[in-house]
DNA sequence: CTGTTAGCGCATTCAA
DNA sequence: TTGAATGCGCTAACAG
């Protein structure tokens, strides 16, 4: 950090003010000498110059960063959506500053708080609230926002969200079809999550009128990579006395992976007269037996779309709401179901 | 961001000069008087007021910002450093910055020019390149470093990695035991990576003066979740024409999964004549028949010694180097091998 | 086409 | 025990 050399520097050396410095950094070229422009340019290289950020934020009011809030970065799901988030953006000037809300909505409100201190120009969130109205410290700011992977209502802003109900849906058909009398639902509790609420609605939808019942087991939410919170899989046991030809569809992949381990587990064949299904965050249902029917998201496409909504609104201000934008997700037809 | 409210403000309102309220805001109530302590404070709490950070860091000189670079965001091993790093950073005044390299060495370089002019206060790496002399650009300032999952040699910054020569030697003499008769190495290059290096020299400390042949095959950096790259199989398979009992080593989750995946495509019975293992980046490998067994690092571990360590640079300057500090990883002892 | 001037919000001398 | 003055590095009127 030896004694870092700033605008004033530049100007000097190139013998102009400052301002035609700064002119120059920001790439108001019009009426600009091309005899200066090239000097300024000359000493700019030949130092290696680069401007201070925090200066520049402070003066400018805009911080080129974006503000992310994630609810769990090691959710392998999540990391993938960073992940579009990040690529889309590298051919920008944006940085991005992440936070990790550890699924805790406290932490994710002081995350919010901490974000518009620092200023961000945009801020793409997975919500962890129920409502809009839980996030009154965006709402009073004119902060451009975008939601991903979840959406909380009203929908003050825009939103880029899997096909849920749709996929949910064709699954349910499908169960329909393969004559399950039953469908145990996995799923932390949906409340808190619109994805989880399409995928409900999408089932019912399908299976509404029909003879197959439905039935879930609330989980808390997951943290780990395979579920093995004891009480869920106690509770699926007494369910599983019956005997009834059962559906078993697990809302994430840690729920999904702790089914085939209990099943496994417990010595019960799939698909028999249990069946089992869910949403894959790992990608990874082609490699466990007896390779499982999943449903596999495309966490970076969305990302993407994120980005692009959320640098037009940076730039042309808000646009038309005409609700959540959805990426196509995809049935992956193995064996277990 | 209706008028934010400013040190300014404060003053007034608190009929104190800003000086006293910088004071307060910094902690430094030594001779100040209660009185207006606790006057200043009403204030704070009142309008809920925040220090901007930026004018904070072009003043104070210092941003209260880690910078971290990772390979690759979506690798789910990468994404659990990330969470050790930012949960134990939660409870500190500092932020993060988060970038990508996207496995380019090329945009390492130029993540880490943006974390610089970003005047972070500290940086961790995973590094890219195959030497530290690499980083110029870090080693010219005396920003405190700490690497992370690899390193670079000579080793000028602290660095915390997985006990890959032990952990590998272990397999190596469990190899030796079952009788192989050789080994096939499936691993990205390795001169670009210190853990990749450790384990194969781990391997051949166990293999040494024994008759089990080691063969590598070299395959690109994988992004995927599984590796599918044909080339890559199709070496393997050649390879496997002459039916010499084998154990697979692969030396990350992708190419493990992609190992078993290849097995399974060609009804490979595992383990028979050919064993299988891996680091196993997801921690799946349970679930994948026969059961895989695995070496499952401590990524989340990682990141809080990284952070401890980082932080102890920052606050009391450069310690003492005695060779990269080692995290435990767990060979998970399963059927495949 | 370019420079002068005036801050942005804060921390830090130096005085009082 | 407190304040006035100064400047961090930059951008943006407003002149010229």
């Given at each position: 950090m030896n004694k870092a050399i700033t605008i004033n520097d530049i100007a000097k050396i190139a013998t102009v003010s400052k301002t035609t410095v700064s002119r120059f950094l920001n790439g108001k070229f019009e009426g600009m000498s091309e005899e200066t422009r090239l000097r300024?340019?000359?000493?700019?290289?030949?130092?290696?110059?680069?401007?201070?950020?925090?200066?520049?934020?402070?003066?400018?009011?805009?911080?080129?960063?974006?503000?992310?809030?994630?609810?769990?970065?090691?959710?392998?799901?999540?990391?993938r959506i960073l992940k579009g988030i990040m690529d889309r953006l590298k051919s920008t000037e944006y940085r991005t500053i992440i936070l990790d809300s550890?699924?805790?909505?406290?932490r994710e409100h002081d995350n919010i708080e901490k974000l518009i201190d620092e200023q961000i120009d945009g801020l793409i969130i997975q919500p962890l609230a129920e409502s809009s109205h839980d996030y009154a410290e965006i709402l009073k700011t004119k902060l451009p926002v975008v939601q991903v992977d979840r959406f909380v209502e009203p929908l003050v802003?825009?939103?880029?969200?899997?096909d849920n109900f749709i996929q949910s849906k064709?699954?349910?058909?499908?169960i329909k079809d393969k004559d399950y009398e039953r469908v145990i639902v996995l799923t932390p509790p949906m409340s808190e999550s619109s994805p989880r609420k399409n995928r409900y609605k999408g089932l019912l939808n399908a299976l509404i009128g029909g003879n197959v019942e439905i039935i879930s087991i609330t989980t808390p939410e997951i943290r780990e990579i395979i579920?093995?919170?004891?009480?869920?899989?106690?509770?699926?046991?007494?369910?599983?006395q019956d005997k009834k030809r059962t559906a078993i569809f697990a809302f994430n992949g840690a729920l999904l992976y702790g089914a085939v381990k209990f099943l496994n587990d417990n010595l019960i064949a799939i698909p028999g007269n249990i069946g089992v299904v869910g949403y894959d965050d790992s990608a990874l249902g082609e490699l466990i037996s007896p390779g499982?029917?999943?449903?596999?998201?495309?966490?970076?496409?969305?990302?993407?779309?994120?980005?692009?909504?959320?640098?037009?609104?940076i730039i042309?201000?808000?646009?038309?709401?005409?609700?959540?934008?959805?990426?196509?997700s995809k049935l992956n037809i193995r064996k277990s179901l």
């Open positions: 300024i340019q000359a000493v700019v290289e030949e130092l290696d110059y680069r401007p201070n950020r925090q200066a520049r934020a402070l003066k400018a009011k805009y911080s080129s960063v974006i503000g992310i809030t994630v609810t769990d970065i090691s959710n392998p799901y999540n990391s550890d699924l805790c909505k406290t802003w825009p939103a880029v969200v899997s064709n699954l349910g058909l499908r579920a093995k919170d004891e009480k869920i899989w106690a509770e699926l046991r007494n369910l599983l499982i029917t999943s449903i596999e998201q495309n966490p970076v496409e969305i990302g993407y779309r994120a980005v692009d909504i959320l640098l037009q609104q042309e201000g808000p646009q038309e709401l005409s609700g959540p934008v959805p990426v196509d």
